[in-house]
């Protein structure tokens, strides 16, 4: 269990939500009376920052629209050993966020999910079900299968975790860097089912499945550029080298059996190709030796921060 010494904030962001902020904001006070309650505005047109100070929340905004803009300021603002983030929607159970933190501090680990559970269809939609099974597995194929919740916006994290993390997103994919983060540096992680609430009326949710889906999906591609830029680069440079094989497997036969090489474009083209082919895997073999160097230095300064303390 944490200390009393522990430092836990509970950051909210929070984007036209004045219906149910209230209702997080005073779930989370008495489910963490110590914690501090952050309210991150990101350009309201209702009263969610008015509502939100009532309900007895530390108000901040975020003039850059966009979750992962939020969350970037957020953990660039915050000084804390625990941070528990949860959406403004009031569809995460507050109650649970003691057991969250109490499973990061107990096992020493850096970041706990909180792993969506619920028969409310409304709550959980079949297409937003579907595209967070998707992409959790296409991520889980690529980096590592240990987490079943990818886009969960329950979350809780260690205070290495929080300042190692470069957040580079702008909107909803930002759940997606973080997963890829922690599965990067091998940070200690795990999942915890909570129970997941259907919106209270007069709530609607920002999250369009088909246009946040692709952001998703194109956010996924491109941390496999970032992170695995040899087997990238290195895929299509053999895929390059195996055209050019194509293309000039009959040139080389015909001189073999003739002597002559009458398909001069032909033999230029291959050999072109194949020199690219080179050129795409020696980039890929420099731009991987980045990466090593840029996850080190993302892994040194998650050692400089010490764990959450535990008793």
């Known amino acids: 269990m944490p200390t009393s010494e ?77 941070y528990v983030m949860v959406d403004g929607d009031n569809t995460y159970e507050a109650k649970a ?16 999910s909180g792993c969506r559970v619920t028969e409310i269809q409304e709550a959980y939609r079949p297409g937003h079900r579907f595209g967070n099974w998707m992409l959790t ?36 994919e930002i759940e997606t860097e973080l997963t890829v983060h922690a599965l990067e540096l091998r940070m200690p992680i795990a999942d915890v089912e909570t129970a997941y609430l259907d919106r209270l009326p007069g709530s609607d949710s920002k999250l369009n499945t088909i246009r946040d889906g692709f952001r998703i999906l194109r956010m996924i591609i491109l941390l496999v550029k970032e992170e695995r830029p040899l087997q990238v680069f290195g895929l299509l440079g053999g895929l390059l080298f195996l055209i050019s094989l194509v293309l000039g497997y009959p040139v080389v036969a015909e001189y073999v059996e003739t002597g002559l090489v009458p398909r001069f474009p032909t033999a230029i083209l291959a050999s072109a190709i194949a020199v ?10 420099i731009l991987d030796t980045v990466t090593l160097g840029r996850r080190e230095m993302k892994r040194l300064t998650y050692l400089s921060f010490p764990a959450p303390k535990n008793r």
């Not at 990101?42 to 008015?50: H, L, M, R, Y």
């Open 97 to 112: 966020a003691p057991q969250l933190v109490a499973k990061l501090v107990d096992e020493n680990l850096d970041m706990v």
């Open 137 to 172: 597995g296409l991520v889980s194929a690529i980096f590592g299968k240990r987490t079943t919740d990818m886009l969960t916006g329950y979350r809780v994290f260690s205070r290495r975790f929080v300042k190692s993390f470069p957040a580079l997103s702008r909107g909803f």
């Open 276 to 285: 690219i082919a080179v050129l795409v895997i020696l980039a890929g073999l």
């Open 6 to 82: 522990t430092k836990i904030v509970v950051l909210i962001p929070c984007y036209n939500e004045e219906t149910p902020i209230a209702q997080v904001v005073s779930d989370f006070k008495q489910a963490l009376p110590d914690a501090d309650i952050y309210v991150y505005d990101n350009n309201s047109t209702d009263d969610t920052v008015a509502v939100a100070k009532a309900a007895g929340a530390i108000v901040r905004s975020e003039p850059q629209q966009g979750k992962g803009n939020v969350v970037r300021r957020m953990f660039s603002d915050i000084e804390a050993d625990v």
